[in-house]
């Protein structure tokens, strides 16, 4: 056999590493596999292993994948000591940094995102199920040479020594630290339920610590780690009205910032204060974080959007919620629009299907965002209206969808927020939108007073 016949080996493999494979979930090619490195000095392979030790008695299955993580991550910290475990850092291969992802922390417990699925963490991959922990192991060894019965058996020794080195960690686990991990869990998706019911569609707990580190194998901001130095933990301003509730699992009373069905909540401030970090730490609490994340107390309803400059090619889309008629170049009719999309009109399209969808939330971002959708210019025709004009006039157009929109300089949108929060050095703020509005005012006379001077020089 050469090069390719590793895969041709599986088999025999599978049959020699005996107990540890998974043999249920086993999908050749998928989660099981032996390939040669294309550098040629290691060999990359994945298996799907079942330890048979079932989650401890008194922990909450439905938060089981918080116990898993506990375990995926212990099994990390003593892949450096443990030999049985270093394959899954490739670390007595030449490249270890290359193949390293297998080792790499993280601190994401669930995503119904499909992000960070190169990394080792709890997922379909690798859960609880009645009989024991279920997870599939990808690593890097050595070439070991041809598959023949040496190489073969040595694989085979190092995927069964694999499944006993989990196995062995899970026993050093305190059920109390498993435990933990799996009330977190519990907590933030029992939370996620109750959101509706409560009239939000999220919640951030005091002291999230949104601001995040990107690494080579973590370049999402769902799933990369939090930023290390100084980071500045979010707490509800007063002006704001912060919430206590309690943790459903846990029964912790924890207090924070409630984001209410329907509402208008502008994430103000001057450049670089956060606004992009908050706003994607609202959308990753989608997802439930492990203790240390920093976003373990932010939980978000699934469902909601985002809207930005886009400019792709429309057919029958409906940008009717902005525009009164087509521009040149389109064809159709505002409510089935046909042609290539400018990015202001397939920014349209975003928000208008939030709308008409009764999506919970909405996200817009200034860095982002097509700034002519959103408010007035001078020059703008009358057969547009940006999203500042439909909150002051028909609110009722944007539905059930709340809405979040982080912006340094759009002053007439932030005057149309229900709540306004300021970040100043990242740390959080508010201002009363009454004082906003008045701010604003003050200043557009300023303006239209300095535009008379000098027309009248
Ligand atoms: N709470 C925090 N603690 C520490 N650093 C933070 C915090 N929030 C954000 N940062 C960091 O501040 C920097 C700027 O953040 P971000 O891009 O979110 O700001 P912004 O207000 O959206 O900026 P801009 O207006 O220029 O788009 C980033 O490096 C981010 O990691």
Known sequence: MGREGWMGAIGQIIAEAGEAIDRRRLREGTNAYCVHSPDGASLQFAMPLLVRR?????????GADGAVWAIIEAVKGAACTDTRLRPLGALDTERPARYAGGIEPVTLVHSDAAIGSELWK?????????????????????????????AIREISETVAALAEGIGEVMRRLPVGDLAAAATLSLDQKLLRAHLPSMGLVCFIGDGTLPARSYTRFRQHHRVAGPKEGVHIPFLCPEGIGPIEIELPASGRRITGLGIRRREVLAIAGSNAQGKT????????????HAAGDGRELVVTVRGARTAEAGGQHLSSADVSLFFGSLPPGMSGTPKAAFGQGSGSMTMAVQVGAAAREGAPLLLIDEDRAAANLLVRSTLQEEDVTPLAEILAKRRDAIGETACIVATSSLDSLIARADRIMVLRGHGAGAIAPAAFRAAYLEYLEQCTQMAEKEQGR
């Open 54 to 62: 079932p989650l401890p008695d008194g922990i909450d299955a439905r």
């Open 122 to 150: 709890p997922d379909e991959e690798n859960m609880f199920l009645p009989d024991g922990l279920h997870c599939t192991a990808r690593g890097a060894v050595p070439y070991p040479g041809p598959p023949e019965g040496r």
């Open 277 to 288: 970090t908050l706003l994607n730490a609202i959308r990753a609490g989608e997802d439930d």
